[in-house]
């Protein structure tokens, strides 16, 4: 009788032992990529909310006329109410030293936070307020348990005294803890209660925006000459050898090609989003002529084979016919293009862009920064609160990431024409 | 026998140092079908893409000789291939609507080359052409359907709808029944009967059937020559060439 089965030979059992061996290699592989993809994902996640966190305290402040002239709001200081605020609230607390430490208890925002708060509801003036003031760093972090008190006092930066006004604070509910707004909506600041990623973000958009409308049509138009156009001979092969080269160019070189021509020989603002997106372009283009090359490539020649029997000139044929069908291609090139660009931070370095902006950027001339190079700046800075900044910064570039590849996907299901 | 609409003479064509035709001598007659048989690479499709100048579109293929439409010399310095195209139409071997709506592909060719000048006359040409096409019934009520959800029998008709939209003296066919079913391809042939009353046709084909069934004249091409050209019945049933003998009784091919 004819055997079919396993035992029939033919060196079957190796053959399905290698085949399992071969499959859990495989899933084994992709099990490790995706433990370390999860552990970073946690990993920042967890190490970025606390930024979400502010940490207020309740001080009373003396706004009567004594303090603060109703007329002439703005010639008041408030940093001395806010500190009178402080000294009333802990009348024991006499030397000098200590007077000190106990301001410390408050970020150096505060005496801003008072006059916006005044200016924005002037009724609060002719009396003593309760008012909640933004806590500085060292208090946020001991509130929100991130200090170890278990070690001797010299060796952390919260001393015992402001911990026991803390406590003595936490006892009467003048200390809270609530959504931290400021970090969507503030530029970079030196103090990490303070500091937020608005400047950044803008600056991203500024100079995305600016190499989006630079490499998006020059790309376009590149690969579909040279797709469509050239003539194949040495010249054509030459220039297709080069882009490939220059997509595998370290961008940093962009970065110093940027400085010496757009700064050093035009003369273009330093530190701009211009600027910034104009170096960011050359870095995307020969990705954005690759993929839209390889996008043209892909569009069956009888297409364009029909038109041009039909008597449609070359242009004609290319426009109404091949570049419909591979506009879907070219924009997700462009877009994954953008999205490499979105996370650069060596050219922007070269061209100034490396500066420490607090005020938004209001246009594209403009110092600003970008933001993985915020997250650079704040990575490099000593305070512990900047760490939580840090990961904040690299969950929201990450998200921004996510949405442009996202967009890229959407966009091609949308578009993309069957044939 | 009226004069002849394509005369070539003497054709020889190259692709870089490699010969495809070796001097070629074909008349075609006006409103017939004339086709063109012969063995894989024997430079048919070659030939009928030198009427048309698709052959240009490769850079190294080059033409020598005479090819006369209608008087013109088609490969004159003065002739502009768009009109020699828009005058001298041609299907492919595989269906190739653009990938856009019916109603688009019929009018792609009037549009392009301005031959309607109001939106109820174009919409007039493009149902003529589809009823031409015997295409009109079965698409009439889904113009605005993309002209690659139809059958690939379909889907040939549509070319076909297309490239006489614009009304050409001659069109050119490239076995264009080679990627269909039987019951499709019939359906062609009998399109292709129906159009030689008011156009020329030029067609390659594999199937000496199909030859024998839809043109009155047949040329074999074999390795580049022109063998025999003469009417499709002589032709088949009494070739005066050896050669021509051989490959319709499927001892060359």
Redesign the interface.
Known sequence: MIDFTKSAGFNLAARHRAETRFQWMGKGAILLALAFLAWLIVTIAVGGYGATKLVQIAIPVDLSATNIDPNNIAAARFGKIVKLGLRTRFPEVKKRKDKKKLYNLLSTEASFELKRAILADPKLLGGTRKIWFTASDTLSLYVRGKTNVSVPEDQRRISDKEIAWAADMQKNAEIRTVFNWGFFTHGDSREPEIAGILAALIGTALSLAVCFLLSFPLGIAAATYLEQFA??NRLSDIIEVNINNLAAVPSIVFGLLGLSIFLGYFGLPRSSPLVGGMVLSLMTLPTIIIASRASLKSV?P??K?????????PV?AVF??VF??ALPGMLTGAIIGMARALGDTAPLLMIGMVAFIVDIPKSILAPATALPVQIFLWSDSPERGFMEKTSAAIVVLLIFLIAMNLIAILLRRKLE??? | MSDPIIRAQNVDVFYADKQALFGVDLKIEEKQVTSLIGPSGCGKSTFLRAI?R?ND?I?ICRFRGSLKIDGQDVYAPAVDV??????V??V?Q?P????KSIRENVA??LK??RLTSSKSELDGRIEHSLKSAGLWDEVADRLDE?G?SLSGGQQQRL?IA??IA?EPRVILMDEPCSALDPIATAVIEELIDKLRRDFTIVIVTHSMQQAARISQRTAFFHLGKLVEVGSTKQVFTNPVEERTQNYITGRIG
């Open positions: 003539p194949a069956p009888s297409i084979e029909a038109a041009l029997a039909l008597g449609a000139t004609q109404h016919h419909p069908v024409q069957r044939f | 048309n698709m579109l850079p768009v009109s020699l195209r828009a005058q139409g041609m492919f595989k190739n609507p653009f990938p792609y060719g392009i080359h993309p690659t070319c297309r490239t614009v």
